[in-house]
């Protein structure tokens, strides 16, 4: 049973930094094209980033040059690094995952088969 468990959301001033874990259990990520998608109130869910599988990363343009993706194979933990956070970030931050081999993913919910339950981040002085 494949598993996406978030970690290390929470409250942060404007401008600050926050750093989010996504632990996944039953499948390897190795070559897993996985994303970070967030949700927030009154809006659809909308992808923020994602790390293709040769480790190609795309952004949306709101959090591009703020945010980084990485993955820890070893670990099997997806990153979501957000420095230099706006209000407008608040939101809850989901992670994804998907089977296939997909070299760039898109930021489209139907490329992942697999989410973990979200972890809330909230920006505000």
């Known amino acids: 049973q494949v598993q996406l468990v978030e970690s290390g959301g929470g409250s942060v001033q404007p401008g600050g930094s926050l750093r989010l874990s996504c632990a996944v259990s039953?499948?390897?990520?190795?070559?897993?094209?996985m994303a970070w998608f967030r949700r927030s109130p009154g809006k659809m869910r909308e992808g923020v980033a994602t790390?293709?599988?040769?480790?190609?990363?795309a952004y949306s343009d709101s959090v591009k040059g703020r945010f980084t993706i990485s993955k820890d194979i070893a670990k099997a933990t997806l990153y979501l690094e957000m420095n230099s956070l706006k209000p407008e970030d608040t939101a809850d931050y989901y992670c994804?995952?998907?089977?296939?081999?997909?070299?760039?993913?898109?930021?489209?919910?139907?490329?992942?088969?697999?989410w973990g339950q979200g972890t809330q981040v909230t920006v505000a002085s």
């Open positions: 790390i293709g599988s040769g480790g190609t990363t």
């Open positions: 039953g499948m390897p990520i190795t070559y897993s094209p």
């Open positions: 994804a995952a998907s089977a296939l081999y997909i070299s760039t993913p898109g930021l489209g919910e139907s490329e992942y088969g697999y």
